[in-house]
């Protein structure tokens, strides 16, 4: 009973889609490590970096499940998820909720002290925006930086400092998870106009709602390529932007006012594509300048 039930919310949370954060947390570990020591993290780093994310993204979701439980069982793309459909009970999801900051809280104390101050920021950004959807269109915005603080907490995890370069790779990964979480919303445009719910499809229209995405994924594309020129980064990690700024234009190209028939290509396949993409080349890139 007890794995069924972990099954069925882990399924409800789409834990699998922590390849869109998660590399992306990695990148701050290396690129800090890289920049501050001129190394990669180390070994223990790695676990609590992993577990900090886990947990965190673990209990962003399933709170945004429970605080929207209602607004799930009204929509009919949503009414089926496990709350709504009766699969677990709010109870339960609050207990897996609890062992997730747990979870959370315990990692970012086995890195530093920075680590633990710098907590109940993104604690603050994991809770209010699953609420943010009620009051204003800038909900994508909020869910952006509250998944941009990602890499932020893998740069101090490992580092224990925050300069500038940190938040240009903030900038970078807040505007591109902004600019999908906008295509992923179109698909609701015209429920959260009827219910009173915000984003900005159902504030500007769709055709205005994509263009808008274009320009977040456009200074997502120039905060990546900012790090080419700030840091000690080299021309493979330039190859690897470049790549990510490719599938960016082709998820675009994937979606449009008249057919959104392919939005679910265009939110998880490409995007998970895209941060391994920028993972990966960076991991490279730094390899050869470590020469290790």
Not at 60 to 76: C, F, G
Not at 106 to 130: E, G, T
Not at 175 to 187: K, L, M, P, R
């Amino acid at each position: 009973m007890l794995v069924r039930k972990l099954k069925i919310i882990l399924e409800m949370i789409k834990f699998e889609h922590t390849v869109f954060a998660l590399p992306f947390a990695f990148l701050g570990a290396i690129l800090g490590s890289f920049i501050i020591r001129g190394e990669f993290p180390s070994l223990s780093e790695w676990i609590w970096i992993t577990l900090a994310m886990v947990g965190a993204r673990s209990a962003a979701m399933s709170l945004n499940r429970v605080i929207d439980a209602q607004i799930d069982k009204h929509n009919p793309r949503t009414a089926k998820r496990a709350i709504p459909a009766g699969l677990v009970s709010k109870m339960e999801v609050w207990l897996f909720i609890v062992i997730s900051f747990v979870v959370l809280f315990f990692a970012a104390y086995q890195l530093n002290m920075l680590a633990v101050y710098l907590l109940p920021i993104a604690v603050f950004f994991l809770v209010i925006y699953s609420y943010t959807k009620r009051f204003t269109w800038t909900c994508h915005l909020i869910l952006g930086i509250t998944i941009g603080i990602a890499p932020l907490g893998g740069w101090v995890g490992a580092t224990a400092t925050l300069p500038a370069e940190a938040f240009l790779l903030f900038s970078a990964v807040a505007f591109w998870i902004a600019g999908f979480d906008v295509i992923y919303a179109t698909q609701d445009a015209s429920y959260d106009k009827e219910h009173g719910l915000f984003s900005i499809p159902s504030r500007f229209g769709i055709k205005r709602a994509l263009v808008i995405a274009r320009g977040f994924h456009l200074i997502s594309f120039l905060s990546f390529l900012s790090l080419f020129f700030v840091t000690p980064l080299g021309w493979l990690y330039f190859v690897g932007v470049i790549i990510a700024g490719g599938i960016l234009v082709y998820e675009h190209s994937l979606v449009s006012e008249h057919d959104l028939s392919k939005v679910q290509i265009a939110f998880f396949p490409m995007n998970g594509i895209l941060s391994v993409v920028l993972f990966l080349f960076t991991i490279g890139d730094v390899l050869i300048w470590t020469n290790l």
